[in-house]
């Protein structure tokens, strides 16, 4: 079949339309996590409702709906976002580096890009809001932590889901979790503090487990007791 000019021309305008359709929701979708935070840090979670968001966004309820299956899904926007840049800047580290040290590196990229009142915000809200502790821990858990578990994976090659990586990628997200509420709590610079706290990993190395655990040291015996 022949391509002509007029086909190619027909392709490129398709193409920038949904280019221009999905800009146009991902900037949606950012107006009304703003929004949302906003009316939650201000009055708590519980006590805005979906129709109040739609209200300050100027949108209608059956639009906010378009784009949220409910207000708990608002809080999921951040870890959303996070994945996807985590996954990309770990993607552009030298394959040649420590595994601990791209992550550290790959963090402190994303978290460069990240507007920081935002998430000061996020956090604010989750932290008032019980409710939505597991429905967060749970996408962490899903989203982020398993992106960093199949980069561990593909940098040990070895299965993301075995035992290492997943240990690894658990024990990182503990450590992010730990240098955010520590920045949210005493200030300070967030980057410094994820640097400082992937330090304490550093100071080990991670491998595949290929021969098994190192075995004990053998226990000396005990000296004998003399019979009085």
Request: aromatic share 6%.
């Amino acid at each position: 079949m022949k391509v002509t000019p007029k086909d190619v021309q027909g392709l490129a305008a398709d193409s920038l339309v949904l280019q221009l359709r999905v800009k146009r929701s991902e900037l949606m979708v950012q107006e009304l996590e703003a929004v949302a935070l906003r009316l939650f840090d201000q009055r708590g979670f519980k006590d805005v409702t979906v129709d109040e968001i739609a209200f300050a966004a100027h949108i209608s309820t059956r639009t906010f709906y378009r784009y949220f299956p409910n207000k708990e899904d608002v809080l999921q926007v951040q870890i959303d976002r996070r994945s996807t840049s985590l996954r990309a800047a770990l993607a552009a580290r030298p394959a040649g580096e420590e595994p601990l040290e791209s992550l550290r590196l790959a963090l402190a990229d994303q978290l460069a890009r990240e507007d920081m009142e935002l998430l000061r915000r996020w956090i604010a809200v989750i932290a008032a809001s019980p409710s939505v502790l597991n429905s967060v821990l749970g996408g962490i858990q899903l989203k982020i932590q398993r992106v960093i578990a199949e980069f561990f994976g593909a940098r040990l090659g070895v299965r993301s889901d075995a035992l290492v990586p997943t240990t690894m990628a658990a024990a990182s997200s503990g450590i992010i979790q730990a240098a955010h509420i520590d920045w949210y709590v005493n200030g300070g610079d967030l980057i410094t503090k994820v640097s400082e706290a992937f330090s304490v990993l550093e100071q080990g190395r991670i491998g595949p487990l290929r021969n098994g655990p190192t075995p004990a040291e053998p226990t000396p015996p005990r000296a004998s007791r003399k019979h009085i």
